[in-house]
């Protein structure tokens, strides 16, 4: 019998449809599931004229595929992916590659990834995107793991994948170990963003303007046009969304879902890790900590019957004038936003030896992915002749959207806020601009100061004070000084 060049574990609906598109591209493919109901039943809708094999062991599975084996596990991430690698490497050979498909927390990955290393198996630990349809006609694929390892599956993976405009795969090689499942961690991080961002407008014009859900589509349709620089698959599904009624009524869906996100952790792991690397990302903080607050409906239920609304006098507010806002102040928020995930990126690249290529990375989120936009096409260019960029905010072509849209996303934040509408997001995108363009920051001044007060935890002065273009830290221009606080006189003193 025809041996499978690949197999897939977790007939799931996305390892359904990762299984078909594989097959479609060419591939024989072994299929199996824990529970052999749905292996049966997949077998019997969807393959009767493919070349997929429906397996019904796992020792039926290995021995179905050729040399070396190459497994893509579709499981719930977490103990089920350790459980499984368990089950099925007393049946593999070394040299066989585990391709974990889920979205594992990376730091699991680099741990398995040495474990089997260590055995003698090859590991890929690979982020897909672009859900079920995308798992289907060609998801984005972020994988990390031995080069060794990828080049068993290039040729695969990139026929799988989504093709950007200019045809290009939407999949390059990460980087070893838990590269790839990091920066899917990032996609997804990202993805939050933009998410709450997008809903931020929506709120905002609901109470500035007082607009129905359908009309807030058709605002939201029109920023998808080909040469808007908001046009994204997000900004898309989310104004075919809010169009849609609810079944047999004429009140839109949208405004009958409950108020509550969901969310299965990798915007909190992306939160994690850049307070691990102390990197700022306010903005995917923030659309975390929404998410967080939409969950707690109970206590907002019973607060919000005490907190006050706050809501300024109405200003007259002219629609198109707060439409052209919210647009300007979106696409820098957005700006904002991607630059905080890059500047991790950066960080996590060193701090784990990734060694990322950041153009690379970009460029395969241009399709196939959540967060696919055209916008991903500028910040490809952008890598492609920077690759050390300081922040995107400075590259040529985004500051000056900086410079264009600064005092739109702050008009934006002043009449969502007069309306009383809490866009955390916003701010948080705004702050970090300011905050990245401040060359003092007097907040941190006063902290410095209060800590030295009382804690005696010093202060650091430049050593020249007319000089304050001297970089602190890179120069070691500073000195370290406490100041007696409870002696007469309040004496300083040198403290290194
Ligand atoms: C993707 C999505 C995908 C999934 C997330 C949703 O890139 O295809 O990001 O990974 O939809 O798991 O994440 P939350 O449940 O955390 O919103």
């Not at 303007?209 to 359908?214: A, D």
């Not at 991790?344 to 690379?360: G, I, M, P, T």
Request: charge should be negative.
């Amino acid at each position: 019998m025809q041996k499978s060049q690949i197999g897939l574990v977790g007939l799931g609906v996305m390892g359904q449809n990762l299984a078909l598109n594989m097959e479609d591209k060419g591939y024989f493919v072994s299929v199996y599931n824990r529970t052999a109901s749905k292996t049966e039943k997949f077998a019997q809708d969807k393959i009767q004229d493919k070349k997929i094999q429906p397996t019904y062991s796992l020792e039926e599975f290995v021995d179905s595929l050729e040399r070396p084996r190459k497994v893509i596990l579709l499981v719930k991430a977490g103990q089920a992916v350790d459980d499984f690698i368990e089950k099925i490497i007393p049946l593999m050979d070394k040299g066989d590659l585990i391709i974990d498909s889920g979205n594992s927390f990376f730091k699991d990955t680099i741990r398995r990834n040495q474990y089997l290393e260590g055995k003698g198996f090859l590991f890929i630990g690979t982020g897909i995107s672009g859900g079920e349809e995308g798992a289907l006609k060609g998801p984005a694929m972020m994988p990390g793991g031995q080069k060794e390892a990828y080049n068993l599956v290039q040729d695969l993976f990139e026929k799988i994948s989504a093709k950007a405009l200019d045809n290009k795969p939407c999949v390059s090689y990460i980087g070893p170990h838990g590269a790839g499942h990091y920066v899917k961690m990032i996609h997804n991080g990202i993805e939050y963003g933009d998410m709450q961002l997008i809903g931020e407008c929506v709120w905002t014009f609901k109470k500035a303007l007082g607009l129905t859900s359908e009309e807030i589509a058709e605002i939201i349709e029109k920023w998808n046009n080909e040469d808007d620089v908001l046009s994204s698959y997000l900004i898309e599904i989310t104004a075919e969304s809010m169009k849609e009624k609810d079944k047999g009524k004429n009140n839109s869906l949208v405004d009958l879902v409950a108020d509550i996100t969901r969310m299965k952790g990798t915007g909190t792991w992306t939160v994690q890790s850049a307070l691990e690397l102390l990197v700022p990302i306010p903005t995917i903080t923030a659309a975390v900590f929404s998410r967080e607050m939409s969950q707690d409906k109970d206590l907002r239920l019973q607060l919000s019957k005490k907190i006050p609304s706050y809501r300024e006098i109405n200003k007259d507010i002219n629609r198109e004038e707060l439409v052209g806002i919210a647009h300007d102040a979106l696409y820098l928020a957005k700006l904002s936003s991607y630059a905080q995930g890059m500047a991790l990126l950066q960080a996590a690249s060193e701090k784990y030896n990734f060694n990322l290529n950041l153009k690379n990375i970009v460029e395969g989120w241009r399709a196939g992915c959540i967060i696919r936009a055209q916008f991903l096409d500028e910040i490809t260019k952008v890598y492609q002749d920077n690759p050390k960029l300081l922040s995107l905010l400075v590259a040529p072509r985004f500051l000056d959207v900086v410079k264009n849209n600064l005092s739109k996303l702050a008009q934006f934040i002043g009449i969502a806020h007069s309306a009383g509408v809490p866009i955390p997001t916003m701010d948080g995108s705004f702050d970090y601009i300011l905050q990245l363009g401040s060359p003092t920051m007097v907040s941190a001044q006063v902290t410095a100061i209060q800590r030295d007060f009382f804690g005696a935890h010093g202060y650091f002065k430049l050593k020249d004070m007319d000089n304050p273009e001297m970089i602190l830290n890179k120069d070691k221009q500073w000195k370290e000084f406490h100041t007696q606080w409870m002696l007469p006189g309040r004496p300083e003193e040198e403290w290194s």
